[in-house]
């Protein structure tokens, strides 16, 4: 059996920055090489970044794409690394714009891989499963392709796919087994969900059960706007071994020898239509690095961590590179001395650096004085930059002007905050972040253009029970390494209170956190409804109040939602760019 | 050749209200029976409203969706109307949501047209060709129909289509030709563009063509959050004729007699397939009501009107059907003494009347005689609720507690008012209004949390050479009708400033908006690249300048999009359901 030195390459690229991804890869390429490697594998789109949402739709940037690609290609051969096979994810077309009135039926946009070697492109896939759920709208992005391509190398057949080819059985890789594989490569742009590896491995599993190949599945690992990817690369077995796995949430070179099985005269051939009326195209690449000297590379196994190291380690990356990808200096928060401004405070500190985090405390009449003790209290063992505004004099000033009573007095002291942190914002150039967690926000406890006031929210995604438990996890974690724990004990301790009127807490208005979330979870994410909430054993009183809630809050962000946003056309819906995107049409 | 009398039923639906929705259908089956009609129409999804977005994977949903079908078939029955054909369009399924474990391929939720007769559902449709462009992510919510359905009923052979069947050739439409029927319905919820009535109808007479058959389209009226659904009902002969057209942006029943083809023994049978892999389905109606005696029904021609009077209808429909079907008292917004806020005013009037309306002068040191005077002109010359509200006092007590300077004590300005229109709102009620105009909001000019603070935005979509040209017809119309022209000459003919600092004008920073307006338009509507452009004859520097001034906004904007939303999935992004959507989960 001939041995293939494999380099899983588990980069972090940034949407549109087609030359700094191309530089990306070529670094990439040159570690892979200087391992010994025979074949370098990238993630999906790893040259234009992922995802590039209504990009695609521009020709300016799809032609940029390919042109970067060709660019690659010459610069590896140039820089001596054309004999090793680099096989990268990129933006093509094979016609106009599906959107555009000269599309062409079956052409347009690919979600495309690209085989590099001496200089050009020797063999091309074109995904064939588009995911359409949760986040991924590809139905829309592009035409799903129609062959399976196998490359010859170094004495192996090896197939190309791309992440969802993975999702679906009897796609590609019942197409591989037809040709007779022994390797399917799978390159992804898959983003982090909570215990999303649990389900990975098996999938990875029953694919390579279905190929009779050995996978090697290579993922994208970074922030991009509301995702994070969590790269988690691995190679697995034909009977389900998991050879080797790369950690998650870090850039990795996942280095390792495999012994595959000789390409043969078995397999269907050229041209043949297979599973799934896929058609095969079959490509040799001759001429590869000789197959290195022992010792043998072994990747080695990753364990998985626990729920909250994983989800911390999510969201300091997702924070860092969207500040740094956007390339903000610095970001500011309010600390009211509670728990969600001081873990977002903390997962700030960890993602860019206390210096690079002003922390403000925005004292009113209504603040206890715990409130702004443990403010300070945060910012002391943190080291942030920590500045007080008190806020009533603005306040006043209001009130005087104005006949205000009730909730719009509450709102008031919130939007004063608001205008005092988009100052120093424009002042100083920080980002703002908001600190509402994922039950205040859906049921709407929070104050429009007040609290909600901000770029980016760390914890949006996290239910408020989640943030105690990781909170404990952070703090223990840092007394375990002997660090100062980050986070106040009080703020962990202490009833949560929004302190816009005399001794308010949630408790007034909201359910306890820990009857609220778990309605919470399975209205929203388990997309249970009332009958469903019931039946799972929740009080039908209480089912009614939060489902209530849930759906008055959606009429509350009525209020904020539209009204800033620029059509495609004349009363249509927003052209969908990506925000951190460095793809700039005047170069 | 059997005459049939054709009601065409232009409603207004609001999305999730099915009880609402379906009292509505069976008061306009009411209304086209007590004119002679033997078949009704009514658009796509008027029982749902279009688009229910992600309501489409609430199993409750898609269940009430059906039982409310059943319940109105019944009802039309009970109340005697029992023997009227009525084709309905409703959201269907025959499986699990696409997006859900145990999801079955080949279905799932359907865009269904239903064919009620004798309180039970005789024949039903699955939309085939789902759109995914502009403002359409169809294949993301709907599996599509492979079956073409005929009733027989009158004597006449009809095919039901839904929106998008019309918009390809080879389809339904062909397939319609095949089994020889006489008619073809088409219903809709097809958004205003401007200009797209004269697209339509040359589609309708291609697609009429193509069937060899009478094509009766009928449209949704009314607003939807972003949308605009523009009516323009018609019905086209075989041989292209025009014989009957509805107004648009009105409710409307258009009322019209066909002579049809009687249905004989030629096209395909039932269970054929034929075109576009389409099976046929056909069923049966017995007995309608008889056809009625003279005088013929004849619908008339209505004649499109003038751009600027589409383009003000349609921007009076949006704002006045976001405002009450989301139960808004009563709109609040500034008025600066500008073109944009006193076009806006003048549409607020013009949807929901004067008394329901509250314009606030905020003016500061900067503001100029002119523009006081002439925002208390355009209040008095409309009747709306005046009031004034200085800001220099709040201004001045955040300089005197804050170090500010340059753009942050500009920006400080427009918070204020901001802080203030949110307090009258929570005080009060109104809804929030931004005047932000379409060219504006594309080159970043304006103050997030300032002047960008509110629910809706009336001119969002509306560039500035435009908002022009509408203040100036709409005062013509007003003086041709010998009412009083509703803004102020002054606002019309001063040069546009934002009075943030001396002496300012938009000049100062933004080239002229003649010269603006084509470069965005290519850029963003038209999707020119900087090449395109300078090839149309737009000076290169200038092109260069507005392209950056466009992907800086985009940035800019990074700082108050995302960080309110709640996401379906941890880390994934938002569950995209209707902002204006009566739906209720606890009923």
């Known amino acids: ?112 891989a690209a085989l590099l070697h001496r200089g050009g492109i020797v063999a091309t896939y074109f995904k064939h499963h588009l995911p359409n759920y949760g986040v991924f709208d590809e139905d829309r992005y592009f035409v799903p392709g129609d062959m399976l391509t196998v490359v010859r190398l170094g004495g192996v057949d090896v197939a190309l796919t791309i992440c969802e080819d993975l999702w679906q059985a009897g796609g590609p890789f019942a ?26 491995l098996p999938v990875v599993r029953r694919r390579a059960a279905e190929a009779g190949a050995t996978i090697a599945y290579v993922n994208m690992v970074g922030g991009q706007d509301e995702l994070v990817f969590e790269g988690d690369s691995m190679i697995v077995a034909p009977d389900g071994a998991l050879l080797t796995r790369a950690p998650q949430f870090v850039e990795h070179l996942l280095v390792h020898d495999l012994e595959l099985p000789a390409a043969g005269d078995g397999g269907d051939a050229d041209g043949v239509q297979v599973a799934d009326g896929l ?22 196994i990753i364990e998985p961590v626990a729920d909250e190291a994983e989800v911390w380690q999510a969201l300091v990356l997702g924070l860092r590179d969207y500040v740094n990808k956007n390339r903000f200096p610095s970001v500011v928060l309010g600390l009211s001395g509670g728990i969600d401004s001081a873990v977002a405070a903390a997962i700030s500190v960890d993602a860019i650096g206390a210096d690079r985090v002003i922390g403000v405390s925005m004292p009113s009449q209504h603040s206890s004085e715990h ?17 007080v505004e008190p806020i009533q ?75 105690w438990r990781l ?61 469903g909430l019931v039946a799972s054993g929740h009080d ?32 249509g819906r927003d052209r969908r760019l990506p925000i951190t995107n460095r793809w700039r049409e005047d170069g």
Chains 1, 2 share one sequence.
């Open 1 to 112: 059996m001939p041995t293939l030195r494999l380099a899983l390459c588990q980069v972090n690229p940034s949407v549109g920055d087609l030359s700094g991804n191309a530089e990306l890869v070529h670094a990439w390429a040159r570690r892979a090489a200087d391992a010994g490697a025979q074949l370098v594998l990238f993630p999906e789109m790893a040259l234009t970044g992922y995802p590039v949402e209504d990009l695609v739709f521009r020709r300016s940037f799809v032609a940029a794409s390919k042109a970067a690609l060709d660019r690659l290609a010459a610069d590896l051969d140039a820089d001596g690394l054309g004999e090793l096979p680099v096989v990268v994810g990129y933006l093509d077309a094979d016609g106009p714009p599906q959107v555009s009135p000269d599309a062409e039926p079956g052409r347009g946009a690919r979600n495309a």
């Open 175 to 200: 197409a591989a087994r037809q040709a007779g594989v022994g390797l399917v490569v799978n390159i992804n742009g898959s983003p982090y969900e909570l215990n999303k590896d649990d389900l990975r």
């Open 279 to 300: 058609r095969l195209v079959r490509r040799t690449v001759e001429g590869i690095p000789s197959a290195p000297s022992s010792p043998a590379a072994v990747g080695g």
């Open 371 to 387: 409130s702004r003790s443990d403010a300070a209290e945060l910012a002391k063992r943190t080291g942030l930059d920590y500045r």
């Open 393 to 467: 004099p603005m306040v006043d000033t209001f009130l005087a002007n104005m006949s205000l009573s009730g909730v719009a007095v509450e709102n008031l002291q919130a939007r004063v905050r608001g205008v005092i942190l988009m100052a120093l914002s424009n002042q100083e150039g920080p980002l703002v972040l908001t600190t509402g967690n994922k039950s205040e926000l859906a049921v709407g406890y929070s104050t429009l253009y007040g609290d909600s006031v901000g770029g980016f929210n760390p914890i949006k995604d996290v239910w408020k029970t989640l943030v």
């Open 471 to 531: 909170a404990k996890w952070r703090n223990a974690e840092a007394a375990r390494s002997g660090e100062t724990p980050p986070i106040p004990e009080n703020s962990i301790g202490k009833p949560p209170s929004a302190e816009l009127s005399p001794g308010q807490l949630d408790s007034d208005t909201l359910p306890d956190y820990d009857v609220l979330d778990p309605i919470l979870i399975g209205y929203i994410d388990g997309d249970l409804g009332r009958e």
């Open 540 to 571: 039908p009183a209480v089912v009614d109040k939060v489902l209530r809630m849930v759906d008055t809050a959606e009429y509350k962000r009525r209020q904020s939602a539209p009204g800033t946003k620029i059509s495609m056309k004349a009363f």
